[in-house]
């Protein structure tokens, strides 16, 4: 069976552990031939700027070559619905796609987000297991209902920054029982909760003590991530709370990760949803808020806007660890892809 990389939940802790090793060695020695001779196709559904540049420069650093599609702009519209008299705007199927893909590369990058309107039909996630379904090489999330590469590098920038010097710890270890606080933060509009899914499930994987800091119970995740991130902290010895309260999330907080993401209950109704958000800018991650923290370091994903999500004094603060983040996607990913396609490495 061919071997995806949909979601981190898919993969043993060991695995990611030889991936952000991997990673790690890929960022003291960027270049390489790891994927000499191999390609990727990288298919956007939706803008990128860090997971195009980094794919891309990724597979060019390890001999490798990347080909980027956007399918209805650059490439046909596909449809991904089975048994579909296809009369409409989508010019080929998913089952066609996919296996020719496969035939010209050795793996497949997707990003697809939700289309926003019917949650119990994005959940689901259909494009991304739409391509699994079909293409006989791997195929690799670069951003659906989850964010797996995200996490990655969420993951290794905390343990660049938390990293022990005792030699017979590991870089997972000096992350347990540490504070980290995951808090919905002010945006104008309804964002994805891709983000917010995939750090819940990897913090809880890593052994944090989480919270999962939103307005209101209607900015809880989906049940699906929930219960996943209750499982991975049941097993890792972490734990995992619920808040509404700003002061005592941030209260001692070792690491603050902030996005913004929609209601679930108001899916496909954001006009009812944006009185309810706009009621919480306060939720920005500010100076006042940090200095509860533990000095603790902040992060997002990023793109991020300035002053509606994260402060200018928070985003410049050298407790900012956002752009190494960024920059970790490029060697988290290469450590994917040749995971992927050169495992003897
Ligand atoms: N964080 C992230 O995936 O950035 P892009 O949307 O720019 O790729």
């Given at each position: 069976?061919?071997?995806?990389?949909?979601?981190?939940?898919?993969?043993t802790r060991?695995e990611?552990?030889?991936?952000?090793?991997?990673?790690?060695?890929?960022?003291?020695?960027?270049?390489g031939?790891?994927?000499?001779?191999?390609?990727?196709?990288?298919?956007?559904?939706?803008?990128s700027?860090?997971?195009?540049?980094?794919?891309?420069?990724?597979?060019f650093?390890?001999?490798?070559?990347?080909?980027?599609?956007?399918?209805?702009k650059?490439?046909?519209?596909?449809e991904?619905d089975?048994?579909?008299?296809?009369?409409?705007?989508?010019?080929?199927?998913?089952?066609?796609?996919?296996?020719?893909?496969?035939?010209?590369?050795?793996?497949?990058?997707?990003?697809?987000?939700?289309?926003f309107?019917?949650?119990?039909l994005?959940r689901?996630?259909?494009?991304?297991?739409?391509?699994a379904?079909?293409?006989?090489?791997?195929?690799?999330?670069?951003?659906?209902?989850?964010?797996p590469?995200?996490?990655?590098?969420?993951v290794?920038?905390?343990?660049?920054?938390?990293?022990?010097?005792d030699?017979?710890?590991?870089?997972?270890?000096?992350?347990?029982?540490?504070?980290?606080?995951?808090?919905?933060?002010?945006?104008?509009?309804?964002?994805n909760?891709a983000?917010?899914?995939?750090?819940?499930?990897?913090?809880?994987?890593m052994?944090?003590?989480?919270?999962?800091?939103?307005?209101?119970?209607?900015?809880v995740?989906?049940?699906?991530?929930m219960?996943?991130?209750?499982?991975?902290?049941?097993?890792?010895?972490?734990?995992?709370?619920?808040?509404?309260?700003?002061?005592?999330?941030?209260?001692?907080?070792?690491?603050?990760?902030?996005k913004?993401?929609?209601?679930?209950?108001?899916?496909?109704?954001?006009?009812?949803?944006?009185?309810?958000?706009?009621?919480?800018?306060?939720?920005?991650?500010?100076?006042?808020?940090?200095?509860?923290?533990?000095?603790?370091?902040?992060?997002?994903?990023?793109?991020?806007?300035r002053?509606?999500?994260?402060?200018?004094?928070?985003?410049?603060?050298?407790?900012?660890?956002?752009?190494?983040?960024?920059?970790?996607?490029l060697h988290v990913?290469?450590?994917?892809?040749a995971?992927?396609?050169?495992?003897?490495?």
């Amino acid at each position: 069976m061919t071997r995806h990389f949909l979601n981190t939940q898919d993969w043993t802790r060991a695995e990611l552990d030889a991936v952000l090793a991997q990673a790690a060695r890929f960022k003291r020695s960027p270049a390489g031939d790891a994927l000499k001779g191999k390609s990727i196709a990288l298919v956007f559904f939706n803008p990128s700027l860090r997971t195009r540049t980094s794919f891309e420069l990724g597979a060019f650093q390890l001999g490798g070559h990347a080909v980027v599609l956007q399918p209805g702009k650059d490439a046909w519209p596909i449809e991904f619905d089975l048994g579909t008299v296809m009369d409409g705007e989508a010019e080929e199927h998913i089952a066609e796609v996919a296996r020719v893909l496969g035939r010209y590369v050795d793996m497949i990058g997707v990003r697809a987000f939700p289309k926003f309107v019917d949650w119990s039909l994005d959940r689901q996630d259909r494009v991304l297991q739409g391509f699994a379904r079909h293409s006989p090489v791997p195929v690799i999330n670069m951003e659906t209902i989850t964010h797996p590469c995200q996490e990655l590098a969420h993951v290794m920038a905390l343990q660049e920054r938390f990293g022990t010097t005792d030699p017979g710890s590991s870089p997972g270890q000096a992350l347990r029982g540490k504070k980290y606080v995951l808090t919905w933060t002010y945006h104008p509009k309804a964002l994805n909760t891709a983000v917010a899914n995939s750090a819940l499930t990897i913090a809880t994987r890593m052994g944090l003590d989480v919270t999962l800091l939103c307005p209101t119970p209607e900015y809880v995740l989906d049940e699906r991530y929930m219960d996943w991130a209750a499982k991975n902290a049941a097993e890792s010895g972490g734990t995992l709370q619920v808040s509404h309260d700003i002061d005592s999330a941030y209260s001692g907080a070792d690491i603050v990760y902030a996005k913004s993401w929609g209601a679930l209950p108001y899916f496909g109704n954001w006009e009812a949803e944006k009185p309810i958000r706009d009621r919480f800018r306060h939720f920005i991650v500010d100076e006042a808020k940090m200095a509860k923290t533990n000095d603790g370091v902040f992060s997002h994903c990023l793109p991020l806007r300035r002053n509606v999500k994260a402060t200018d004094a928070v985003m410049d603060s050298p407790n900012c660890i956002a752009i190494d983040e960024a920059e970790n996607r490029l060697h988290v990913q290469k450590a994917v892809m040749a995971a992927l396609c050169a495992p003897e490495l």
